[in-house]
């Protein structure tokens, strides 16, 4: 079901897709170059196309948000089942977790991943969108459990990621369904008191709607960011931004 969003500051018109066939993934990949490429000055295959590709692409589903006036896709995420991470030996968590406890988790399983948002349109009405999508693809999947990675930036060193990571730990980390051992952790830094550090608004997101983190952060240093992994069990999603998700409750 397409779900549509109206920005009243701006006459936008906001609606979701399922990316399907190869021009579409290509678009896909175009957006998250731009992205990653001038945000994290990541380090990405396909970057001589303009592209972020990598072997996962051909087995996800690909989902977007598209701005109607200019046709532009402003939005996308992918999505790996686990009986497609079976066909290919894993999910792409494991390159950067050993995740104790995955094979014990009652229920299907769907990884969230590659998420990005055209800075321009990078507000809760483009995320409320794609999140509808992702519910209507949750329902139709059954799915008991989302989990992926979210980053935080690195380029400081790792000040923001400790400072932000001492939050998560004391509000967010439980290791009760899974725990998520990073495979190249974060050096370890003394971070002041005073150091206020902002939430990426992915992370932030993920939070809201009740998602918990397994563990400590890995350094992902293609993308110069530490990646916190996120587990959101479906029946535990937060009443208050459970709408977005209302078709998969």
């Given amino acids: 079901m397409n779900q549509i969003a109206h920005c009243a500051t701006q006459p936008r018109r906001l609606q979701a897709e399922r990316l399907l066939g190869a021009n579409a993934l290509r678009e896909a990949q175009a957006l998250r170059f731009r992205v990653f490429s001038a945000e994290f000055d990541a380090k990405l295959k396909g970057a001589e196309l303009g592209l972020d590709m990598d072997d996962y692409d051909i087995h996800c589903q690909h989902i977007g948000v598209r701005d109607l006036n200019s046709g532009q896709l402003v939005a996308t995420t992918r999505l790996l089942d686990h009986q497609a991470a079976a066909d290919l030996g894993r999910f792409y968590s494991e390159e950067e977790f050993s995740l104790h406890g995955l094979l014990q988790l009652e229920g299907p399983v769907l990884e969230i991943g590659r998420t990005c948002v055209d800075a321009a349109y990078r507000n809760g009405a483009t995320i409320a969108v794609l999140w509808g999508e ?39 980390l439980c290791t009760e369904h899974l725990r998520a051992e990073p495979k190249h952790p974060i050096p370890t830094l003394e971070v002041p008191g005073n150091v206020i550090a902002e939430m990426p608004p992915l992370l932030k997101a993920y939070m809201r709607l009740g998602a918990k983190i397994c563990g400590e952060p890995c350094w992902d240093q293609d993308f110069q960011v530490a990646d916190v992994f996120i587990l959101l069990k479906r029946d535990e999603l937060c009443p208050r931004y459970a709408r977005h998700f209302k078709a998969a409750v």
Avoid: F, K, T
Avoid at 141 to 155: D, E, F, H, K, V
């Fill in 134 to 172: 992702l519910a209507e693809v949750l329902n139709q999947g059954g799915y008991r459990y989302l989990m992926g990675c979210a980053s935080i930036p690195m380029q400081d060193g790792g000040v923001q990621a400790q400072a932000i990571m001492q939050r998560l730990r004391d509000r967010y």
